[in-house]
């Protein structure tokens, strides 16, 4: 489920999503005979921070229905996902920020639609590593740059030197709806537990999957 903002900016950058969109939320959808369910069968009508915050699953597989597996990885690349981060840790692994090209070419099999709505949650083909995730959620609270992330252990007078950091480009009040689920994610919504007094936490539920 940390991968769902992500598809909520694929889906307001490309349009598919209006900002003050409002979507029904149930037990699941169907695409065809197949069910596609959520964490909690709980019916309401939900805009985008509150479906973000509480993390539903049926309000992101309608979203994904609207977005091609190209729109959401667009988006992972270009904040982070599916390549080294370049940190000073042996070992670093790639991930897989997955489409249809991918699929084609590793699994020799075609890009269902249903590929589309488990991507849309962070399932599917997906992988990121730990620390591309704190990179991706960087490059959301900045609103424009993704930062290199680094292990130092001493600094005393070394100065490091500036770094060309990877940018991009997204409407500031499309982006806001996605900080303000954040927000209320930990204020209100799923991510309780993290609430600090006396500051503002945003953060973002999620479950590991084998």
């Known amino acids: ?23 029904h939320v149930s037990g699941a959808v169907y695409l065809g005979s197949t069910r596609f369910g959520d ?12 479906a973000l915050a509480w993390s539903r699953d049926t309000a ?8 091609t597996p190209e729109q959401i990885r667009y988006w992972g690349k270009k904040l982070g996902g ?21 699929k084609k070419k590793n699994l020799k099999e075609d890009w269902y639609p249903g590929n589309t709505l488990h991507y849309s949650i962070g399932q599917s083909f997906l992988l990121i590593t730990p ?9 959301i609270a900045t609103g424009s740059t993704v930062p ?26 499309l982006m806001k ?16 537990a993290s609430m600090i007094e006396l500051a503002m936490v945003s953060g973002k539920t999620g479950s590991a999957e084998v």
């Open 1 to 23: 489920s940390i991968w769902k903002p992500i598809t909520l900016i694929a889906g307001l950058a490309s349009m598919a999503v209006k900002p003050n969109e409002i979507f």
């Open 39 to 50: 964490w909690t069968s709980k019916e309401d009508n939900l805009n985008l921070v509150q």
């Open 60 to 67: 992101f597989y309608q979203i994904g229905k609207r977005l």
């Open 82 to 102: 599916g390549k080294k981060t370049g940190i000073e840790l042996l070992g670093e692994e790639k991930g897989i920020v997955p489409d249809s090209k991918w």
């Open 131 to 139: 620390i591309q995730a704190a990179r991706i959620y960087s490059g």
């Open 148 to 173: 290199r992330l680094h292990v130092v252990k001493k600094i005393n007078e070394y100065i490091k030197p500036p770094e060309n950091q990877d940018k991009y480009n997204l409407d500031p009040a």
């Open 177 to 192: 709806i996605v900080k303000d689920g954040l927000e209320t994610c930990v204020e209100s919504g799923t991510g309780g």
